[in-house]
């Protein structure tokens, strides 16, 4: 019997993201609209610069998380 060791955080809690998928994906997503510096006059949500946009991934990441949104649009 092989023990799955326990989540190092919430965020790590993976689940499947579909019954005939083989894929476990943490709880939340990372919507990626503002992870650029090119498209703040079309979202209105604001940019970030380069190092701010690999912060907030590797923050991500450490935290457990797996599933960014990268839909254009």
């Known amino acids: 019997m092989t023990l799955v060791p326990m989540p190092t955080s919430r965020l790590a ?3 499947g993201l579909s019954p005939h998928a083989p894929i476990h994906v943490s709880p939340l997503q990372l919507g ?3 992870i650029e ?7 209105g949500l604001g940019s970030m610069n380069k ?3 690999f912060k907030l991934l ?3 990441y ?3 998380g797996n599933f960014i ?3 254009n649009g």
């Open 62 to 64: 450490e935290a457990g």
């Open 32 to 34: 990626g609209t503002s």
């Open 51 to 53: 190092e701010s946009s």
């Open 69 to 71: 949104d990268t839909a």
């Open 58 to 60: 590797d923050a991500f």
């Open 37 to 43: 510096d090119k498209r703040e006059q079309f979202n």
């Open 13 to 15: 809690r993976y689940r």
